[in-house]
């Protein structure tokens, strides 16, 4: 369908470069503090509850998050959609994100407040209950304000700079709530009964409350930050007749092309690792390492700087070489690095448990790494932006939301495999279900590693490989901008 909305002929009220101001970068960037909440909470913290906690069977635990999962996923596509062709007074992404905040916030609270005392079957009922209802608000605040990204800017490097805010702000107040767990709320929940406040129920119904009040200041500062831009956003497609065979087709028309199939892949893959080396972070630090909370804690604080490395990275490379050729050489070093201690471990390079050079090896190795994968996820993001462009050049579509969804919904699809497989990890490594770190024997460490290191440093280089059919460039974005620039507004098709 090659038209273009009447009421976008004036393209020069968002013309080619221009900058966004900071108040606009913080408050954008800020409102990903409620997905960096949300991520940290089931990605580090939700398996270890529900397992050992609570005492629900780790696989089960994987099961429900991925039930929860692939029914959302499907959710993110209906989403992006209607919030591209979605007509009001608050512009196309503005009314999904209000919508979303007190929902989101209370039901993220009631996941970490399970009922006591329930048995195995009705546990897990609760909890993919509640991740589902979960994850159908998060697309509904995180489809439409990622979509935001390629509205407020075209310029190729501008979109990592907005981005690197985005990022910042979503580690920084994800791992703002690992420290908080690990640095106070574990050490005050500890008991003579529960000496470690991590296995203390009551540590979680805290976490819970403040992450929920997170999560809501999050999304409305980010609305209403970004609110006075509302006039500026690209507006709503023509009015048209929809049926169902025309959105699929639209959809269809808007992704088909290499560059998106390559991103959607290395996001496939990316994804399935993450879960996996999230899943077992806690496990790596507390029963690998030794680490008491303290410790834990420190490490955790680490990813703080991280987020300046990745964040300030990100913008000077795309720069200087380029978005795609950044993310490989970024992603190998950043993706061979990470499992590296533990391989020093195992191999008896690195000294015994105890010593204060491990702590070092870890925390110097997890500030760099994890910066590097910030500015490697920073980069991808910018790529799929500039998507936008190069499907309107072919549709006649602004379809930010599609693009948006398309990669949430690859996460959501393939994320509960991360969960699973590092489920089925602990299994084959002999850690079984309530085991404190004294429990776990040197035979079953060794199995864990020798299982892990190898799975992940295969999903990641799968990842490397498949993005290198990315194809935009810089040169190609600013064709593909000079042509639409050129283009007379046509008469819209019914």
């Known amino acids: 369908m090659a038209t273009r909305s009447v009421a976008e002929a004036p393209r020069a009220s968002q013309p080619a470069g221009r900058r966004t101001s900071f108040p606009i970068r913080l408050a954008y960037g800020l409102g990903n503090g409620a997905i960096g909440v949300k991520d940290n909470g089931f990605s580090f913290f939700l398996l270890i509850f529900y397992s050992q906690v609570v005492g629900l069977d780790a696989r089960l635990v994987g099961l429900a998050l991925t039930g929860a999962l692939v029914f959302d996923a499907f959710v993110d596509p209906v989403v992006g959609y209607w919030s591209d062709n979605v007509r009001s007074r608050w512009g196309r992404r503005h009314p999904f994100m209000y919508a979303s905040a007190i929902p989101l916030a209370g039901l993220y609270f009631l996941l970490w407040n399970p009922p006591v005392g329930w048995p195995q079957g009705q546990l897990f009922g609760y909890l993919l209950a509640m991740a589902t209802l979960i994850r159908v608000c998060v697309s509904f605040y995180q489809v439409p304000s990622f979509a935001l990204a390629a509205e407020l800017t075209d310029d190729y490097d501008e979109r990592s700079a907005l981005l690197s805010f985005r990022s ?93 199939v390559a991103l959607f892949l290395s996001t496939a893959f990316g994804t399935v690792a993450a879960g996996l080396a999230a899943s077992l972070a806690f496990y790596w630090l507390t029963y690998f390492w030794h680490f008491p909370p303290r410790l834990s804690g420190y490490v955790t604080m680490a990813v703080f700087a991280s987020a300046f490395i990745g964040a300030g990275l990100a913008p000077l490379v795309s720069r200087t070489i380029g978005k795609k050729r950044g993310a490989i050489l970024i992603g190998l070093v950043a993706f061979l690095g990470s499992p590296l201690p533990i391989v020093l471990r195992l191999t008896g390079i690195l000294p015994d448990n105890g010593s204060p050079a491990i702590f070092w090896v870890v925390f110097f190795n997890t500030m760099f790494d994890v910066g590097l994968m910030i500015c490697f996820e920073i980069l991808a993001y910018s790529m799929l932006a500039d998507l936008v462009e190069q499907a309107e050049v072919r549709t006649g579509r602004r379809s930010e939301g599609v693009f948006a969804s398309a990669v949430t919904f690859t996460q959501k699809l393939v994320n509960g495999l991360g969960l699973i497989m590092a489920g089925f990890v602990l299994s084959l490594a002999g850690v079984k279900t309530g085991a404190d770190a004294s429990h776990v024997s040197h035979a079953s460490l060794w199995r864990l590693g020798e299982i892990y290191v190898p799975t992940i440093i295969a999903l990641w280089m799968a990842q490397i490989a498949v993005i290198g059919a990315y194809s935009i460039t810089r040169d190609s974005h600013r064709a593909n901008l000079e042509t639409l620039a050129s283009r007379e507004p046509a008469s819209p098709l019914a």
């Open 168 to 260: 910042y702000f979503s580690w920084t107040t994800g791992n703002a709530m690992s420290v908080l767990m690990f640095a106070v709320i574990f050490p005050l929940m500890a008991t003579a009964a529960i000496p470690n406040g991590q296995f203390n129920r009551e540590s979680y119904r805290i976490y819970g409350l403040i992450a929920g009040g997170l999560i809501l200041a999050s999304v409305l500062i980010s609305a209403v930050g970004t609110h006075a831009r509302i006039p500026h956003l690209k507006p709503p497609p023509p009015q048209r007749t929809l049926t169902l065979g025309r959105i699929f087709q639209e959809i269809f028309e808007t992704l088909a092309n290499r560059s998106f």
